[in-house]
């Protein structure tokens, strides 16, 4: 029986992890100040995880682990060293490229599985299963939109991983070029309307190399002048000081002005990816989408589905994503099972200009 380790096991992420994995896998999970009762297939172990040597104990007794534990910009190289030592895969919802870049060293010594959140994870997820629809897939466009207050370790994450170069702001993809595009896009979702600018991250310039895509567009809801000006400024105190103490102050003060402008009450999530491309010699568009209550069960269904991809295949050692490793159409399919909708749409026709403008969704 493989014992599956989760790291964060009371978090948001975390708790929804075990919730999906414990089913099938006797779960040992962490957690630091919110004390749990180990109960049926599931042991709970108190664990502060800046503690190098109590890390390895508990990751001696698991087959996989999967590091929920805050922000992976902060943990994510230890944990991931500590896993190689023990010769047991890592799983990170975050990660990204620069987790990519401290570990490249150890790469062929260990099976790592990073992105295996939200964004970027099902959104990767997503885009590849709508590029392999078609037979020839030309162009893709998405955007995603949180209407919910972000936990202090998402907008850490968010924070430290934009130092690193999480993906190119006011960019898009097209034809094996970065190109800039500084207009904003106005789409209602939910009977709100949101702002979006184009923003090229990494998962979608890979995936856009690896489909041969024409042209491919990311766009990211902009956060509004007060947030934005307080995530530059903690961008620019780390990059000068590293003074993680005010840039606690800063997050702090990110989730207030986050709790002021949400509306609880009308709390969701919401990605959508469109296609353009060739079938049956004709040209047509395939449209998809996900809605959830919380970002946070979406990034917990990826990283177990992750968890569950591994253990039941026989991965080479390296550095994978999770649309690399997961079967598409499974996870999706199941996605109902968990409260996340799911649907898909279709046109069986040519998309005049005015349909589908470039640069416009």
């Known amino acids: 029986m493989k014992y599956v380790g989760i790291l964060g096991g009371s978090g948001e992420i975390g708790k929804r992890v075990l919730n999906i ?20 297939n599931c042991k709970y172990v108190k664990l502060d995880v800046s503690d190098r040597v109590a890390v390895k104990e508990f990751c001696k007794q698991c087959d996989i682990i999967v590091n929920c534990a805050g922000a992976s910009y902060i943990n994510g190289e230890i944990v991931a060293r500590i896993a190689t030592e023990l010769n047991i895969p890592y799983v990170d919802p975050s990660g990204e490229t620069f987790l990519e870049e401290r570990i490249s060293d150890i790469e062929g010594n260990n099976i790592f599985v990073l992105s295996s959140g939200y964004f970027p994870g099902m959104t990767g997820i997503l885009i590849s299963y709508i590029c392999e629809y078609f037979d020839s897939i030309q162009e893709i ?17 968010f924070i430290l991983t934009n130092l690193s170069g999480f993906g190119v702001s006011l960019s ?31 998962e979608v310039e890979k995936l856009a190399k690896k489909f041969g895509l024409k042209k491919a567009n990311w766009y990211n809801c902009t956060f509004g002048k007060e947030i934005t000006e307080k995530m530059q400024e903690a961008v620019i105190s780390l990059k000068v000081s590293n003074d993680k103490n005010y840039c606690e102050d800063i997050i702090n003060e990110i989730r207030e002005i986050f709790k002021k402008n949400f509306d609880m009450n009308r709390a969701f999530t919401y990605i959508r990816i469109g296609g ?43 550095i994978y994503y999770a649309m690399d490793i997961i079967n598409n159409e499974e996870i999706l399919k199941d996605l109902q099972k968990f409260n996340v909708d799911f649907s898909i749409s279709e046109v069986n026709e040519q998309i005049g200009d005015d349909e589908y403008e470039e640069g416009i969704l």
Not at 23 to 31: C, D, G, L, R
Not at 172 to 188: A, L
């Open 172 to 202: 898009y993809y097209d034809d094996g070029n970065i190109k800039r595009d500084e207009r904003q896009v106005f789409e209602i979702i939910k009977n709100k309307e949101y702002r979006f600018e184009n923003y090229l991250t990494i």
């Open 141 to 157: 466009s998405g955007l995603s939109v949180s209407e919910e207050i972000p936990s202090k370790s998402a907008i850490e994450d």
């Open 21 to 40: 994995l414990n089913t099938e896998y006797p779960v040992i999970a962490s957690y630091h100040s919110r004390q749990q009762k180990s109960k049926e």
């Open 276 to 318: 353009k491309g060739i079938l049956d010699g004709k040209e047509t568009y395939r449209n998809a989408e996900i809605s959830s209550k919380c970002s946070s069960e979406i990034s917990a269904i990826v990283a177990a589905y992750t968890v569950k991809s591994v253990l039941q295949s026989n991965l080479d050692k390296g």
